[in-house]
């Protein structure tokens, strides 16, 4: 925890400032997680505030202390994949679009200010992000928290409440349809271009 | 064996994702547009409620007032004397039943003929 729980128990009761502490420790740590989850920066901030707005709302909710953080999790989860579905609805890909990012990327690049670290870690990003773009946005999700993220099985299982079993089962399929996208990828083929069958809801 | 190699890789390609994408700082505005939206959800939540009582209010006063018009005709209702079959009677003359073949005719009663 980075908070006691007196501060989410105060925070609880109406106080604004103990609210803005706990907004203060996780701050950080949810807007980068979100900033995989939706690979897109320019959003992410967004995204972070809608997380904490309703963790806000729901936090008369909460009873005990070991629960805070998945369910943290679980409301970053959800906000994440909403924000999944609302773009993939719109799903164009114009230049007015490109992350902030990628502009910025670019504006360096053609400056030829870019080390090439940073062109390495580019790379890894788009090449990521397509591969990820192979699978649906539930599994996008629950890929980049296990793989990406670091979460173990039993922290996941309290975030989604399901049990361990359905997700190896989830996470394997997941995986290995982008190990395919990965090998298509290697082979010269798009990720994008090699669509299996998604899978719907958890559980 | 490739396909060995190529889930070596991928592991590789997750671990240097988060390298790839760093937790990024808030901007200066993120907790006043927090509070904002927060704000704005109150409000939001305020007008409902309020909007949620008077609708309560006007519910329970049309209800009243069916009320008080089930109750008030049957206070001005003339008040009923005597037994049900004095009554029955009373609105109903034996001359009616027996006109309807409900009551047989008596010669000798001349309230029958």
């Given amino acids: ?175 290995q349809r982008v190990l395919n996208a990965f090998e298509a990828t290697k082979g010269g083929a798009k990720p994008g271009g090699r669509k299996e069958k998604k899978y719907g809801a958890m559980g | 064996m490739e396909r060995w190699d190529s889930e070596k890789e991928l592991d590789a390609l997750f671990a240097n994702y988060k390298a790839a994408v760093p937790d990024p700082d808030a901007s200066v505005n993120f907790m006043p547009e927090l509070w904002g939206k927060i704000e704005a959800r109150r409000s939001i939540t305020l007008h409902v409620r309020k909007l949620t009582q008077v609708f309560v209010g006007a519910a329970a006063a049309l209800c009243l007032l069916f009320a008080m018009f089930e109750v008030v005709p049957s206070l001005t209702r003339p008040e009923l004397h005597g037994t049900y079959v004095d009554v029955l009677a009373a609105a109903h003359p034996a001359d009616n039943l027996t006109a309807l073949g409900i009551v047989p005719h008596d010669p000798t009663d001349p309230n029958t003929k």
């Fill in chain 1, 1 to 175: 925890m980075l908070v006691e729980f007196e501060q989410i128990q105060k925070a609880q009761a109406g106080d604004d400032a103990a609210f803005n502490q706990v907004v203060g420790a996780y701050r950080k740590r949810i807007l980068g997680t979100i900033a995989r989850l939706i690979g897109r920066p320019e959003d992410v901030e967004d995204v972070g505030q809608e997380v904490f707005l309703r963790l806000y709302y729901s936090l008369d909710q909460l009873r005990t202390p070991e629960v805070f953080e998945p369910w943290l999790y679980r409301l970053t989860v959800n906000a994440s994949y909403d924000y999944l579905r609302k773009q993939r609805r719109r799903n164009e890909s114009r230049m007015s679009d490109l992350s902030e990012q990628q502009v910025m990327m670019a504006d360096a690049a053609a400056g030829g200010k870019v080390s090439s670290e940073d062109q390495r870690q580019k790379q890894v990003k788009e090449l990521v992000d397509s591969l990820l773009g192979s699978v649906s946005e539930q599994d996008r999700i629950l890929l980049t928290l296990k793989e990406v993220e670091g979460l173990s099985l039993k922290e996941l299982e309290k975030i989604y409440s399901v049990n361990e079993n359905a997700l190896k089962v989830r996470l394997f399929r997941a995986r």
